[in-house]
T-cell receptor, first 114, second 121 residues
Framework: DTGVSQDPRHKITKRGQNVTFRCDPI?????LYWYRQTLGQGPEFLTY????????KSRLLSDRFSAERPKGSFSTLEIQRTEQGDSAMYLC????????????FGPGTRLTVL | AQKITQTQPGMFVQEKEAVTLDCTYD???????LFWYKQPSSGEMIFLIY??????QNATEGRYSLNFQKARKSANLVISASQLGDSAMYFC??????????????????FGTGTQLKVEL
């Protein structure tokens, strides 16, 4: 399977703990995106990488959130001192940066903060 | 103002019938792209179809077609010959600006709230 992969698929944690999610994009895609989706809503943009450079961050991305893409391949999203409001599905997508720049999504990581 | 509006929280359609899912958008940028995604209960967002703001023809992909009415700022998804496997959440999304612009919104997607489609026998 050469699609976008995410790990873990599910994460349950206690409030105050740190969590880290990983995303592996489609291999030739140079753009990588993180979105957050809460129940009953569409995904909301969090941040975006062009190769290893983080070019845009949403105001939703508080200082407890940090994302990296160190070698321009996989990316990690870390949430420090988790809060119950962080409970959501975290979706990763990648794109080629071509004419349509269609984003292809991974299966998501569902985070539950107790 | 909402950039993407999907006014149908839920829709029912009988198997083999066609169904139209509504989407209206709001942007002042002359360059934009419109996307439809399907999200089954498993959670993965599956890309269905794309329409560029300068495209003269309505996009089609198999049983999916996009009814693009630029003056009305609508981009409705039409699914022909519905199948049970089409039951899912459907999201309309927009990218404002040209895809090759690296910053300033030329890449992120803005999504609507979705329409839950149920296909019945």
């Amino acid at each position: 399977d050469t699609g976008v992969s995410q790990d873990p698929r599910h994460k349950i944690t206690k409030r105050g703990q740190n969590v880290t999610f990983r995303c592996d994009p489609i291999s030739e895609h140079n753009r990588l995106y993180w979105y957050r989706q809460t129940l009953g809503q569409g995904p909301e943009f969090l941040t975006y990488f062009q190769n290893e450079a983080q070019l845009e961050k949403s105001r939703l991305l508080s200082d407890r959130f940090s994302a990296e893409r160190p070698k321009g391949s996989f990316s990690t999203l870390e949430i420090q001192r988790t809060e119950q409001g962080d409970s959501a599905m975290y979706l990763c997508a990648s794109s080629l940066g071509d004419g349509t720049d269609t984003q292809y999504f991974g299966p998501g990581t569902r985070l539950t903060v107790l | 103002a909402q950039k993407i509006t999907q006014t149908q929280p839920g829709m029912f359609v009988q198997e083999k019938e066609a169904v139209t899912l509504d989407c209206t958008y709001d942007t002042s940028d002359p360059s934009y792209g419109l996307f439809w995604y399907k999200q089954p209960s498993s959670g993965e967002m599956i890309f269905l179809i794309y329409q560029g703001s300068y495209d003269q023809q309505n996009a089609t992909e198999g049983r999916y077609s996009l009814n693009f009415q630029k003056a009305r700022k609508s981009a409705n998804l039409v699914i022909s010959a519905s199948q049970l496997g089409d039951s899912a959440m459907y999201f309309c999304a927009m990218r404002e600006g040209r895809a090759y612009i690296l910053t300033g919104g030329g890449n992120k997607l803005t999504f609507g709230t979705g329409t839950q489609l149920k296909v019945e026998l």
